[in-house]
């Protein structure tokens, strides 16, 4: 699997299938963490083992509530990046949160790094989806 889709929330065993209960697996969706047209009826989003499990309420993780306090220090350093980066070898990166750019996707890893560690730089590098 190229991509993990949801956080690294622990194991949440609140969701339904369509021939089961109680299904238990880790992560959510963050971009299917908001309060718009949440519904625990519908699946695969009620579905915690499904990549694009909603989670057990709206903004029920961190990752979907909130930025780092020292936002625009980690902005500048990406944008000086990205134009090194594009002065190099003329590739473009767009500079962001994943929250803002994807709608909430990735975050656990590199948010739990932020809140948990001394670390103070912390992102993640989206890859096109092309192998090549």
Known sequence: IRQWRKNR???????????SSDLCCEGVDLNR????????????????????FQGPRPFSEPESRTYP???????TLANRAADRVFAYRETKYRVGTAADMLGTATGGATDWIKKNTS???VYVLELPPDMK
């Open 69 to 75: 306090q020292d936002f625009k220090d980690l902005e």
């Open 33 to 52: 963490n908001y309060d718009i047209g949440f519904s625990h009826k519908n699946y695969p989003f009620n579905n915690p083992c499904s990549d694009e």
């Open 119 to 121: 670390t103070k730089y």
């Open 9 to 19: 929330a622990p194991e949440n065993c609140t969701g339904t299938g369509p021939f």
